[in-house]
């Protein structure tokens, strides 16, 4: 049992500052398990929020490939390539972070410059190629939301794993230190009276046989 005891004096002093800071450890356990109980619902949010998107990150991309397929099968290779070497750079990714139950996880967008004339000639192109362009600046928005969800979901799950360790030291370890360390405080401190009653009444005995 000395090892689930706090080292301090058996006071009554002691007693009743232990009995305040267990509250207060009481407390703050209770606040973390509703902290970490809000942090899981939106940990599982993000879970739910990736499984959607890599469902549509993976039908843009594979119809973006089928359309440039097909685009190459009609222009062939080196047409497409030479076509591809005129295509200027048009997704700026703004990095920012935000605050989710006290965590701060990242928050990324793409900001697309507008297109305003496509950057090859239609006339010798082909439908296709309009269509796997469209659909891969769609799949770069996607996939960056899907990066920036599946970091925060990394983020939130590091936090979780530090609330928890929080959570369980004081459950079990803190708190039941506090509680055995009171519990001996009391039996101490009864002991203690215990032994004054005695001595007190046969200090009392003593006087009585002196006086008669």
């Known amino acids: 049992m000395s090892e689930q005891l706090m080292d301090v004096h058996p006071t009554r002093m002691e007693l ?8 207060i450890a009481g407390r703050g356990r209770d606040l973390l398990r509703e902290k970490l109980d809000a942090m899981m619902i939106e940990f599982f949010e993000f879970v739910r929020e990736i499984s959607n998107l890599r469902a549509k990150a993976q039908k843009v991309l594979g119809d973006a490939y089928l359309a440039f397929t097909e ?10 390539r030479e076509i ?8 700026d990714v703004i990095a920012k972070t935000r605050n989710v139950i006290g965590v701060s996880i990242p928050s990324l967008q ?11 000639g239609m006339l010798d192109t082909t439908a296709r190629l309009d269509e796997a362009s ?9 996939l960056v939301e899907l990066s920036a969800v ?17 959570v369980n030291s004081l459950e079990y370890v803190i708190i039941p ?3 055995n360390t009171i519990r001996y405080i009391r039996v101490h401190l009864e002991e203690r009276e215990r032994e004054d009653f005695f001595r007190l009444k046969m200090i009392k005995g003593r006087l009585r046989v002196v006086s008669s």
Do not use: C, H, W
């Not at 793409?110 to 090859?120: A, D, F, R």
């Not at 469209?134 to 996607?142: D, F, Q, S, V, Y």
């Open 177 to 179: 230190r506090m509680i």
């Open 150 to 166: 599946e970091a925060a979901v990394v983020k939130l799950a590091e936090a979780i794993a530090s609330v928890k360790r929080r």
């Open 71 to 80: 685009a190459q099968m009609i222009l062939g290779y080196t047409r497409l």
């Open 110 to 120: 793409v900001e697309m410059k507008p297109l305003n004339v496509l950057p090859y």
């Open 84 to 91: 591809s070497y005129g295509v200027g750079d048009r997704f």
């Open 16 to 23: 009743l500052a232990l009995r305040k800071r267990m509250e």
């Open 134 to 142: 469209l659909a891969m600046a769609e799949a770069i928005r996607i």
